[in-house]
């Protein structure tokens, strides 16, 4: 492998919108509308939950667009930050993103992976080995196997990490449309389930737990911005990086509201809010327990494909802040032949695997981790988007072959939403936010000790 080596443009249209929908549409789609239903107690708000989510994901979509196609490089927000603010938070994000950010998501949607194929396989959660403390399950070994494998494949490049992307995405898309359209066709259901579909408010908190139901749609639309962080290897970036973004998302946004359609037209209301599994209870209404099979597999496609998408783009971070002297130097390395950040891609696969190891028996520890994180990152959603007035300011002769659509209200509108998700997690959660900012702040003497290096040697 050689410094001299630089990634190849091999994404088109077709795979960067891969990237994007296949990023967005993980488990989410699968579990969540029966937490939103409880949440709000009504059909119609579900899908209001669920509209509001979407334009808010697409607001960010739209801001992102413009600085990714000005700025079509590896590592996205983390070139947005650098850009925008200076090297410190970028160098902030990456950190927060590679160290427990990005390789927690990897380790978590892994594990999901596993708990969907126990389904066929019991007792994956029995111990294989070990004593005491630690312990080695079947469902780590499937997770670290999943990790493992799709790190290989995005070693060999990003055509065939693009590819195996799009396949699984379009195999996704499919098995999600085949639920509806079977549902609609065979389902014994019926439109009475709708009505009424604004029901009277039970109680005076309705906008509390629309916001709290906001949050499981926001949770179910992210990944959206993974599209921005291989922003270096998309033909034609200045067209392509807007158009999938775009479409991207608005694209899964139909898939959500059709498949919304389908479970509430074959389970009533107060079905959806009883159940845990609620596209699995729809399968098996109409196709009894062969649904539950179908699902689950098309499930297990879902995951495979969020999790391929989030150990391709996850790499680039890391990738980026080596070229600029902020990370292990070698981390910027590219493969001669596979034109891959190798061994970026190696390095993210062993601290997602040691994640595995250490928590992958306390499934809720990464509900913790990631609660821990849930504040910087969204800061940092914020801060790129509203890196979309700082450089217009600052470089307003930067060429921006697209200009997001209803500036200034269209990024302003997603940086102030950002605003309040962080205002409102320091308020309900101080102790989670203020071990966040802790491990932030803990990436800052690894700054100073690199930036002094890169300086000396400049």
């Known amino acids: 492998m050689t410094k001299n080596s630089e990634l190849i443009r091999g994404l088109g249209l077709v795979g960067a919108g891969s990237i994007v929908a296949g990023s967005i549409i993980g488990t989410g789609i699968f579990l969540v509308p029966s937490s939103m239903a409880r949440q709000v107690d009504s059909v119609g708000l579900v899908f209001a939950v669920w509209i509001v989510g979407g334009v808010l994901s697409l607001a960010g979509a739209l801001s992102y667009a413009e600085l990714g196609a ?60 070990g004593a005491g403390a630690f312990s080695l399950t079947g469902a780590q070994v499937i997770s670290l196997v999943a990790i493992i494998g799709l790190t290989v494949v995005n070693y060999l490049g990003i055509i065939v990490g693009g590819a195996v992307q799009t396949v699984f995405t379009i195999l996704k898309v499919v098995a999600i449309l085949g639920l509806v359209v079977l549902g609609f066709a065979l389902g014994q259901g019926s439109g009475q389930n709708f009505s009424p579909f604004f029901a009277a408010p039970r109680s005076a908190d309705t906008l509390s737990a629309f916001g709290v139901a906001l949050v499981a749609a926001l949770w179910a639309y992210d990944g959206w911005n993974n599209l921005t962080m291989v922003g270096g290897e998309v033909r034609e970036p200045e067209r392509n990086i807007p158009r999938a973004l775009i479409f991207g998302v608005l694209g899964v946004g139909v898939v959500y509201m059709l498949a919304n359609a389908v479970y509430f037209y074959i389970l009533p209301l107060e079905a959806v809010k009883a159940s845990p599994r609620v596209a699995q209870d729809v399968a098996r209404a109409f196709l009894g327990e062969a649904g539950g099979v179908v699902i689950t597999i098309g499930a297990l496609i879902s995951t495979f494909a969020t999790l391929n998408g989030a ?42 695997c040691v994640l595995i190891l250490i928590f992958g028996q306390y499934p809720d ?61 320091a308020v309900r959660s101080p102790k989670e936010t203020g071990l966040g900012l802790a491990f932030l702040a803990a990436g800052l003497p690894f700054y100073w000790f690199w930036r002094r290096r890169a300086e000396r040697e400049a």
């Open 311 to 352: 150990i391709l783009s996850g790499a680039r971070v890391p990738y980026a802040m080596a070229r600029d002297r902020l990370f292990f130097r070698h981390m910027a390395n590219v493969h001669p032949v596979h034109r891959s950040p190798a061994k970026a891609l190696l390095l993210q696969c062993v601290l997602s």
């Open 365 to 425: 520890a990464f509900d913790r981790l990631f609660t821990y994180t849930i504040f910087g990152l969204w800061i940092f959603y914020g801060m790129a988007t509203a890196a979309v007035f700082v450089l217009r300011r600052k470089e307003p002769d930067l060429p921006r072959p697209y200009r997001t659509l209803g500036y200034p209200w269209v990024p302003g509108l997603f940086v102030i939403v950002a605003a309040i998700f962080c205002l409102n997690t």
């Open 70 to 129: 000005a700025m079509p490089e590896a590592g996205g927000e983390y070139v947005f930050l650098r850009r925008a603010y200076g090297p410190l938070w970028g160098f902030l994000y990456g950190w927060e993103q590679f160290v427990i950010g990005k390789t927690g998501s990897i380790a978590t949607i892994s594990t999901a992976f596993a708990v969907f194929l126990g389904y066929f396989f019991g007792g994956l959660d029995q111990r294989l080995v």
